[in-house]
C-alpha cells in the first residue's frame, strides 16, 4: 500500500481568462503511520511540451491534506493545458494522475455546456454545486423551466409556481448564478421562441400560429400554445421586452432560445403562410442584438431540434451550433456527422449536442463522449450533484454512480487539455483520412460494422487521431444500452497517404488515470507509417506531427 494517494484535484475556476492565475488544490490522503517527508508536484505541458513544474513539500501522517498551487498561464486563447500531478520522495513518484485546465477569452470559445434545473426555495448549496461543476470543467449552464410562464418570465411572487406546478425561488437562481461567475461559470436563462401559456393564448388569439385546419398549435394538451416569432409580430415585440426585463433585473449571461422542432410551417391569425425557418433565424439575430446592449460578452443559444434550421440558424448570430438530437439520427456514427456538418456550415463555431441517454449501467455516456469530444464537440449532459441529463424535461435527470462521474471527469479533463488538437478550433478531417486507417484484426471506419471508430482532426502540422473502441458493445445506437467494448492491447496501426516525413507519434488514452502524451516507435516507408499501441479500452488519442 503506497504512503499516500491522491484523491482528486480542485480547480478554483473552470476556466481561466488571460491575465488571470490559475489555481487549483490538490487532495492528499495519506497512510503513514509516522510522520513522513513528501513533494507534491504540479506538472504543467502544453501537448508533449514542458512548461513549467511546481513543487510544494509537506510532512503526512495518517489523514487527508489539501495543497493549493497558483500558475500564471500565457494569455495565448484558446489553450489547454496539462495537468500531471504527482506525489514523490526523493525526486521518485509513487502515485501520478492527470488533470486538464485552459484558458479562453470566453466560455463559448469552447463551450462545456451544462444544465441546473432545482430552483427551490432555501436552496443552500450554491457554492458546492459549482464547484462540483467547476471540477468537471463545466462553464457554461443552461436554466432549464427557472421562469414563472413561457410568456412572463419574471414575477413579483416569491417563491412562484411555474406552468407545471413547481414551486421555484428567484433567490435560488441568482444564488447559483453568483455562485457561477465566482467560478467562471455562465447562466443561460431557458426561453422559448414562441410558446405561451393556454391563459395567454385566450387573451392574444390574435399572436398565435395556426395551422391548415385554422387550429391554434399546441404543444400537449392545455399545456402551451405556438406564437408568431416573425421579427416584427406582436408576440417576438412582448417577448423581447420580457428578454430585457430579465437582462436588466437579473445577472443572466445571455438567452437559450428553445423550439419544439414542429411545425416548419404555419399560419398566422389572417391565414398568411409562414415558413418558419428564416424567421427564426432573424428573431435569433435580434435577440443577440438586444443581449449585447446589456452584456459585454453576452451569449445566444437557440435549440436546432433534430438538426433544425441548422443552416439557417447557423448563420444567424448565435454563438453556439446547438443540436438536440433525435430520430433519424439514432446511430453512433451520426453523433459525429451531425457535428462534422454543422462544422462544414463554415461559420467557426462550436457545436455542442444534446442526447438524452439514461446512463443506467452502459457505456453510452462515455462511447458517446468520446465520439463527440473527438469530433470537436460538446455534450450537454452534466447538472447539479453528479446529475445526468436523461430526458428532454431536464428536472427528470438521472444521477452518475461514483465510479461512472469519475471516469467522465478525466473525459472532461482529457479534452479540456488537448482542445488544441481535437477542439473546436481543429479541423474536421474524418473524410479524407478514415480509408487510410488500418489496425490488425479489426474493422475500421464510421459504417455500424466497424469494430473501432476513426476520428480525426487537423491543427498547425500535426494529425490527432482519435480510436474509439465500438467491439463487442451490442448495438450500433446510442439510443440503445451498450456495453462496454472488449478492450484489446498492443494493436499495430497503419496510416497511409502521407504526404510529408513525420516527426514523431505520441499516445494518450483517456481511460487511464495518467493520460500525458507518451511517444511511440514508429517506422515510416514511403507514404506509409506504422505504430504499436499499448492498449484500446474506449478511447485513444494518436499524435502524428509532420
Not at 116 to 139: C, I, K, P, W, Y
Not at 266 to 287: F, H, K, R, S, V
Request: hydrophobic letters at 40%.
Amino acid at each position: 500500500m503506497p504512503i499516500a494517494t491522491i484523491n482528486t484535484v480542485h480547480f478554483e475556476k473552470a476556466f481561466t481568462r488571460p491575465l488571470e492565475p490559475a489555481r487549483w488544490v490538490v487532495e492528499v490522503h495519506s497512510a503513514a503511520q509516522t510522520e513522513t517527508p513528501i513533494t507534491v508536484v504540479s506538472r504543467i505541458s502544453y501537448l508533449d511540451q514542458p512548461v513549467t513544474a511546481i513543487e510544494k513539500r509537506i510532512q503526512v501522517s495518517s489523514g487527508d491534506y489539501e495543497v493549493a498551487f497558483e500558475w500564471m498561464p500565457p494569455k495565448e486563447t484558446p489553450r489547454g493545458y496539462g495537468l500531471d500531478v504527482s506525489l514523490e520522495i526523493n525526486n521518485s513518484p509513487f502515485a501520478i494522475k492527470s488533470y486538464g485546465l485552459d484558458v479562453l477569452n470566453s466560455w463559448t470559445q469552447m463551450p462545456r455546456y451544462g444544465f441546473l434545473s432545482d430552483f427551490e426555495q432555501g436552496r443552500t448549496d450554491a457554492l458546492q454545486t459549482m464547484q462540483n461543476l467547476a471540477d468537471f470543467h463545466v462553464n457554461g449552464l443552461q436554466y432549464y423551466d427557472w421562469m414563472y410562464r413561457h410568456e412572463t418570465l419574471l414575477t413579483e411572487q416569491e417563491p412562484y409556481i411555474d406552468v407545471l406546478g413547481r414551486s421555484l425561488s428567484l433567490k435560488s437562481v441568482e444564488s447559483l448564478i453568483d455562485a457561477g461567475h465566482s467560478k467562471n461559470i455562465s447562466a443561460m436563462p431557458y426561453t422559448a421562441i414562441y410558446a405561451a401559456s393556454e391563459a395567454f393564448y385566450n387573451q392574444h388569439k390574435d399572436w398565435a400560429l395556426y395551422d391548415a385546419n385554422k387550429q391554434p398549435v399546441r404543444l400537449g394538451s392545455n399545456f402551451l400554445v405556438y406564437m408568431d416569432p416573425r421579427i416584427d409580430s406582436k408576440w417576438t415585440h412582448h417577448l423581447f421586452s420580457e428578454f430585457e426585463k430579465v437582462l436588466k433585473q437579473t445577472q443572466f449571461d445571455g438567452i437559450h432560445l428553445d423550439q419544439y422542432g414542429e411545425p416548419k410551417e404555419a399560419y398566422d391569425n389572417l391565414g398568411t403562410y409562414i415558413q418558419l425557418d428564416e424567421p427564426i433565424a432573424q428573431t435569433i439575430t435580434a435577440t443577440h442584438a438586444l443581449v449585447d446592449r446589456y452584456r459585454e460578452d453576452g451569449a445566444v443559444v437557440f435549440n436546432c431540434v433534430t438538426n433544425w434550421p441548422v443552416e439557417m440558424a447557423s448563420a444567424a448570430d448565435e454563438d453556439i451550433i446547438y443540436i438536440e438530437v433525435w430520430d433519424p439520427y439514432v446511430w453512433f456514427s451520426e453523433l459525429h456527422n451531425l457535428i462534422a456538418y454543422a462544422q462544414s456550415l463554415g461559420h467557426n463555431k462550436p457545436v455542442v449536442l444534446a442526447a438524452y441517454v439514461h446512463p443506467g449501467n452502459s457505456a453510452n455516456p462515455f462511447i458517446m463522449d468520446a465520439i463527440i469530444f473527438s469530433s470537436g464537440g460538446g455534450h450537454i449532459e452534466l447538472g447539479e450533484n453528479n446529475g445526468y441529463l436523461a430526458d428532454p424535461y431536464f428536472p427528470s435527470y438521472d444521477t452518475l454512480n461514483a465510479e461512472q462521474a469519475t471516469l467522465l471527469k478525466q473525459y472532461y479533463d482529457f479534452s479540456v487539455r488537448y482542445q488544441n488538437l481535437i477542439g473546436p478550433s481543429t479541423t474536421e478531417v474524418t473524410r479524407q483520412w478514415i480509408d487510410k486507417i488500418a489496425i490488425d484484426g479489426l474493422e475500421v471506419g464510421l459504417n455500424q460494422s466497424a469494430d473501432v471508430f476513426a476520428l480525426l482532426r487537423e491543427s498547425q502540422g500535426r494529425l490527432a487521431l482519435n480510436l474509439v473502441n465500438m467491439t463487442n458493445i451490442g448495438t450500433t445506437k446510442w439510443t440503445e444500452p451498450a456495453n462496454f467494448p472488449t478492450a484489446a492491447a498492443n494493436l499495430t496501426v497503419t496510416l497511409s497517404g502521407l504526404r510529408n516525413p513525420i516527426k514523431s507519434v505520441a499516445f494518450a488514452s483517456a481511460d487511464e488515470e495518467g493520460f500525458a502524451l507518451e511517444p511511440l516507435k514508429f517506422a515510416q516507408t514511403g507514404d506509409q507509417v506504422k505504430f504499436e499501441i499499448p492498449s484500446l479500452k474506449i478511447w485513444d488519442l494518436i499524435v502524428v506531427e509532420y
